[in-house]
């Protein structure tokens, strides 16, 4: 038994991107795309979040026919589809210089976010090639952070020791927790922005936008990030490859994204319910 049917129907699917929507090679696979399709076909809203910025998730609208905001810097940001913006949540200027401190203390490399551009330290950095590619386009480099404190999206903490990405982490959330919001997007990415820019608000937005409950709203994401979207729907997903959080938190389990999972969960737990 794959589902529980209740009285309300799912009429809103809200995906993460990377490590769900995509699979490993950040490619959308046929049975991805025909999933979307069938969505579609059900008048199912279907929506996208991630860490990205806008600019990072255009190569998505066209060939999933994206018709709801999509939401940035995991909804920082919230653009439509010719990547005009319908409003945006930035960190508190005097809070982005201490915040940097405090990633490098833990030896993280700082990204910054600013309006549509994205600003690096160090172009040899970790990921840095990877994120390029990923969102297809390139940083600049900053020579003073001073300079890229107004207007900022997203602070991104960048390591491949995920004991410093966990210790940073909580040393954010432990010092300007009321002020930012602070979750690892990636094992090696810690994403920081306003407290109001989180998934589980994406969520509420798309609710409030649509005039849609949580109980006919379906998500599906891998990292902990997603556990806020998923206090905001009835039918949580997560990902095979997802943190084991992530699972624990969700009412349902799919395969992972080098196997179809994202597709895999809308055949056998979204589309029976609607």
Known sequence: M???????????????????????QKRLSEAALAAVRALHDANVLFAITSGRPPKGMVMLI?????????????????????????????????????IAAALNTFELDVWIYQGTDWYIRNAQGPHVDK??????FAPKIMQNLTDHADSVAKIVGVSDDPDAVAAATEA??????????ASPSRPYYLDITHPAANKGAVAQYLAAQYNISSEQIATIGDMPNDIMMFEHSRLTIAM???????KAAA???TASNDDDGFA??????ILPQT
Do not use: Y
């Open 240 to 246: 095979g490859n997802a943190d084991e959080q992530v």
């Open 62 to 98: 066209d060939p999933l026919d994206l018709r709801t905001p999509l939401a940035g810097f995991n909804g920082a940001i919230f653009v439509r589809r010719d990547m005009s913006v319908i409003e945006q949540k930035t960190v508190a200027a005097d809070l982005v210089a201490p």
């Open 2 to 24: 794959w589902v529980h049917v209740t009285g309300d129907r799912i009429r809103l699917v809200i995906a993460d991107v990377d490590g769900t929507l995509v699979d490993p």
């Open 172 to 181: 954010v959330r432990r010092r300007f927790g009321q002020h930012v919001a």
């Open 251 to 253: 009412t349902e389990v």
């Open 131 to 136: 994120e390029s590619r990923t969102v297809q």
């Open 264 to 269: 895999k969960a809308v055949d056998r737990f």
